[in-house]
């Protein structure tokens, strides 16, 4: 089960949470890549509220952040979510969409919807695994089908099977 009740919106680079809009500008402005809102094809939010389980929970997990802010841009060649917690800090992730696989996650048991991202990020010297959760919005759903889309098309699926061996000799 999802610990967090989750809520997706579609909005503009500038509409994003004041600390995530800044962390993406600074990260534009480190990289070279001139503005973040003529680079953005697609950008969407999401609010993470943590459910509370009761005393024991509150207990266990008292250090854990009970509201998280993810914002997610999708650029022609990259992919962008940067996350702040009501304790945490912020903390941005970039990738080259050549250099990842993304897969939509969609539980049928929790509600829980969002990306499982695979591959070389940031400057990762060895593949990570992730998940960037979002609310079942058709926002998310838009987003998530965009990403992979995106994917898709900038590097083809490998060949399986028989043809990958034929081909190779």
Not at 33 to 54: D, F, Q, W
Not at 56 to 77: F, R, V, W, Y
Not at 83 to 108: C, F, M, P, W, Y
Request: include cysteine; glycine fraction near 8%.
């Amino acid at each position: 089960m999802s610990d967090y009740n989750r809520t997706t919106r579609e909005c503009s680079v500038s509409q994003l949470q004041p600390e995530l809009r800044q962390a993406v500008r600074n990260y534009f402005q480190e990289q070279n890549l001139g503005a973040p809102e003529t680079g953005t094809l697609l950008c969407c939010e999401t609010v993470s509220t943590r459910k509370s389980a009761g005393w024991l929970d509150s207990l266990l997990n008292g250090g854990e952040d009970a509201t998280i802010h993810t914002g997610m841009l999708l650029g022609a060649e990259w992919l962008i979510w940067v996350r702040k917690g009501d304790r945490s800090d912020t903390v941005l992730t970039a990738a080259n969409l050549k250099e990842i696989q993304v897969r939509i996650h969609a539980s049928l048991f929790n509600r829980d919807y969002g990306l499982e991202i695979t591959g070389f990020v940031r400057d990762a010297k060895t593949r990570v695994h992730g998940y960037v959760g979002m609310g079942e919005e058709p926002a998310a759903q838009k987003f998530c089908e965009e990403v992979e889309k995106a994917v898709a098309s900038l590097k083809p699926p490998a060949e399986k099977g028989f043809n990958r061996w034929w081909k190779g000799s």
